[in-house]
């Protein structure tokens, strides 16, 4: 069950986490595709579609030292959050992003929530 009232002051177009994006923060690029079926008859994809949103962010900032394993976090990597209600559905591992004249791609996503509401995602971006 969600915070009822508190919810609504931390999720959405008004809620806390935007008014501080829309303050501090910039803007993004996301492009990916939505997927769909493949017909191996006619060998071509249904369904498909390509999205392009641009959406609020905070600033990029690096990964501390203590959080780069050389694995799953590379040194470069940056992260980012996004408002939720600006995307239509969590931006997938594997979107590309684009920030300030450069191309990233999204290594991982992770929900940010407010009781049982998604508030924003935290992305982790690595530059192509």
Not at 28 to 38: H, K, P, S
Not at 106 to 114: H, L
């Amino acid at each position: 069950m969600g915070l009822g009232k508190l919810d609504s002051r931390f999720t959405g177009e008004n809620g806390v986490a935007n008014r501080l994006l829309v303050k501090y923060g910039g803007s993004l690029q996301l492009i990916y595709d939505t997927g769909g079926t493949y017909d191996r008859t006619t060998m071509t994809k249904a369904g498909e579609v390509s999205v392009d949103e641009t959406v609020d962010c905070s600033p990029p900032e690096p990964y501390k030292k203590s959080e780069i394993d050389g694995t799953s976090v590379l040194k470069g990597d940056l992260k980012t959050i996004v408002p939720s209600y600006q995307v239509t559905k969590e931006p997938p591992v594997g979107a590309t992003v684009n920030f300030d004249s450069q191309v990233w791609r999204i290594i991982d996503t992770e929900p940010i929530k407010s009781g049982n509401e998604v508030a924003a995602y935290t992305l982790q971006i690595r530059r192509i």
